[in-house]
């Protein structure tokens, strides 16, 4: 088994999960048959939430000595993406 699994399973289950809210599913403010009541500037929370999961996944990625350069140009790409989000001015 890949013994990068873990963090790649994480990764994946945030992304799905950013997705979802992002694009309305969740926060769109509309009660879903009683089940999920609306939750009051989740995107806001979401954006800054996976903001941090992942720079803190990245950082430990670039710092770790135990991943290959692969892993590391990911780590790179992800904060470039995330500092460009937020000097942008984030979602509206």
């Not at 979401?46 to 992942?54: E, F």
């Given at each position: ?16 999960v950013a997705a ?73």
């Amino acid at each position: 088994m890949n013994e990068n699994f873990p963090i790649r399973g994480i990764a994946v289950f945030v992304f799905a999960v950013a997705a979802l809210a992002l694009t309305g599913f969740i926060s769109s403010g509309k009660d879903v048959a009683g089940l999920i009541r609306p939750i009051p500037n989740l995107q806001g929370l979401m954006q800054v939430g996976l903001s941090i999961v992942l720079t803190i996944a990245s950082v430990f990625l670039i710092l770790s000595k135990s991943y290959g350069p692969k892993d590391k140009h990911w780590a790179y790409a992800t904060i470039g993406t995330i500092l460009g989000f937020w000097l942008r001015g984030g979602v509206e």
